[in-house]
């Protein structure tokens, strides 16, 4: 038997000896027939597996049947599946608990959204024609979950180094907002509308009214210039002596009764009070008119200013163009004058030629005219004709 299965070898030499394990648990051993393919899926797999990361693929002394377990098991590892199984891989199993581990790893495998199927016996049995496919797709899964990772830690990163850091520029500029918020708190707080006046009691006026009534309230003379300028347009006069009887003056720092009335003299201080404020108010207006109007004759002066530089653009470009143009004429004159003096030189030699050998050099020069027409015409009824011919030919 053993000289029949050497002779056996002899002519099938890929055949050889293999441990496989049965359905009972026990090792035999079997023939196996190499592949080359199979062979060649098996070495890609593992430098796979190696520019992965997983450089335990390189050691020898690891069968293929743990290199291939190991790299599936970091694999599922590197992706952060959370399915409760445990994936931790060590080496020198037991055959049950190879068995265990393959079968935790393929029930793993389609809740990660496996496109490929593999059963456990493919990875017991190293078809890696079936393995390589699983392992490329968790290789590719797996260095996209790492790359993904390694962007969080970094924005993680940044964001706890905001946090807790800042550079000495951050820490001046916060110092001058700071500062700056101070000073801006106090300016505000001594700008702060201060109540002058207290209405004596609700009039039935419309809302503008109203509106003027409460600014004068607080001191806002823009409230009587405004109205009365827009009054002023339509020929009526603003009357403050109006609008300040339903006024009583309040004092904030002195406790006094709010329907305080004013008297005569009072009432007339601030009568000429918002006169002189209502004229001030209108030499602002005219000064203000003034000044744009001294701005619009600034920029109409500018805008002609760039107006009247680019017309003497314009104007030095069309004396360059003239001058070519008096140029371009002189040459043509010149030419003009030359073509005269031939035609000039040709009279005279007509004039002094026989006219019948004048006559001959007519007639033969109409003549030459006439056969290279003929001769064109003969060409062309000579490339139709080629035409036709060739159309019959086809």
């Not at 009357?239 to 003056?249: P, T």
């Not at 404020?277 to 004759?297: G, V």
């Amino acid at each position: 038997m053993a000289s029949n299965r050497d002779i056996f070898s002899k002519h099938l030499p890929n055949v050889k000896l293999a441990t496989r394990i049965d359905a009972e648990g026990r090792e035999v051993q079997v023939e196996r027939r190499e592949d080359i393919d199979a062979t060649a899926k098996e070495q890609e797999t593992f430098d796979m597996l190696v520019a992965a990361g997983y450089y335990r693929a390189r050691i020898k002394g690891l069968s293929s049947f743990d290199k291939v377990v190991g790299g599936m098991t970091w694999c599922i590892e590197c992706c952060d599946y959370d399915v409760d199984v445990d994936l931790l891989f060590h080496e020198n199993l037991t055959i049950g608990q190879k068995i265990a581990l393959v079968e935790k790893i393929v029930s793993v495998l389609p809740h990660m959204k496996c496109p490929f199927q593999i059963e456990p016996h493919q990875i017991q049995g190293l078809e890696f024609l079936s393995i390589h496919p699983v392992i490329q797709w968790l290789v590719k899964k797996s260095v996209e979950n790492r790359t993904e990772r390694a962007q969080r830690l970094k924005k993680f990163a940044i964001g706890q180094f905001h946090n807790h850091y800042q550079y000495r520029t951050d820490k001046e500029q916060l110092e001058k907002i700071r500062n700056a918020s101070t000073h801006i708190k106090r300016i505000q707080e001594l700008y702060n509308p201060i109540r002058v006046y207290q209405r004596k009691e609700n009039s039935h006026e419309d809302e503008k009214t109203r509106v003027r009534m409460t600014l004068l309230e607080y001191g806002d003379s823009t409230a009587v210039s405004a109205s009365s300028e827009n009054r002023a347009g339509a020929g009526e006069e603003f009357d403050v002596q109006r609008l300040l009887k339903n006024l009583s003056l309040t004092n904030e720092t002195i406790t006094c009764s709010p329907t305080h009335r004013l008297d005569a003299s009072e009432r007339d201080a601030m009568h000429k009070h918002y006169t002189e404020l209502q004229q001030e108010m209108e030499t602002d207006a005219k000064q203000l008119s003034e000044q744009s109007q001294l701005k619009m004759l600034e920029a109409s002066k500018i805008a002609l200013d760039r107006k009247f530089q680019s017309n003497l653009k314009v104007n030095e470009e069309i004396e360059v163009e003239k001058q070519k143009q008096q140029q371009q004429l002189q040459v043509l004159e010149e030419q003009k004058r030359q073509l005269e003096a031939e035609i000039e030189q040709y009279k005279t030699i007509e004039a002094k030629a026989d006219p019948e050998l004048v006559t001959k050099v007519h007639d033969m020069l109409k003549q030459h005219d006439q056969l290279k027409k003929e001769e064109a015409e003969f060409k062309e009824f000579c490339r139709q004709d080629l035409a036709k011919l060739q159309k019959q030919i086809e």
